[in-house]
């Protein structure tokens, strides 16, 4: 879940993370996951990819604490869990052009037409997002929701990401995937996913 909350505050360049001091050299293929929810693609990723670094956001209080307690259980070097809205804390926690990926895994719809201003994948996310990720780096979305994915689709090519199924279209499931807790559930029943994997080329449009 995202709030709409409006943030005007300068963003102090010298005090963002020092991510190579949290991570070590896991740092240099640092990703983000949004909304990272019951924490299932969070702790699969750190698992399955030790080599590389991963920053989960998520909005709930007890589900990012129950996430990092999780974590520091398993022993994991290579994740940190935090707490708050994503469109606020991403500028001030990662550089421009820093994320070898992000996951946006089945982001609230908000279904309601007074609602629409609260959904993830607005004008505004859409150039964060776009400008976050280094170049050739990796938009990993998924959603339950049909209209929600046309809607980011068309948001995201707009503004300049390539498709790597090709314009207009979906992707398939990859082979080496994670799913998500809530995914899985998904998958167990063969309902429709629909998947986005879009990649940084060149400048916003």
């Known amino acids: 879940m995202m709030a709409p909350v409006a943030d005007d505050a300068p963003i102090a360049l010298d005090l963002l993370p ?16 949004i909304g990272s929810g019951h924490g299932g693609h969070a702790l699969a990723f750190a698992r399955e990819h030790p080599d590389r670094a991963l920053v989960a956001i998520e909005q709930r209080r007890k589900f990012a604490e129950r996430l990092r307690v999780r ?3 398993r022993g994991h070097k290579n994740l940190v869990a935090l707490q708050g809205d994503a469109r606020i804390l991403a500028p001030r926690l990662f550089r421009v052009a820093s994320l070898a990926a992000i996951h946006v895994h089945f982001p609230d719809p908000w279904w309601k037409r007074r609602h629409e201003r609260r959904r993830l994948i607005d004008e505004g996310m859409a150039r964060l997002l776009f400008e976050l990720i280094a170049p050739g780096g990796l938009l990993d979305i998924r959603t339950d929701v049909e209209r929600c994915a046309l809607e980011a689709l ?26 998500s807790t809530r995914e899985k559930r998904y998958l167990a029943s063969a309902s429709r996913v629909w998947r986005l994997r879009l990649r940084r080329t060149g400048r916003p449009a």
Do not use: D, Y
Not at 155 to 178: D, H, P, T, V, Y
């Open 18 to 33: 020092n991510w190579h001091a949290v991570f070590g050299e896991r740092a240099r293929c640092l990703e983000l996951e």
């Open 71 to 73: 974590s520091l259980e």
């Open 154 to 179: 068309l948001r995201l090519e707009a503004i300049g990401f390539e498709n790597e199924a090709g314009r207009g279209c979906f992707s398939e499931r990859q082979e080496r995937e994670i799913p």
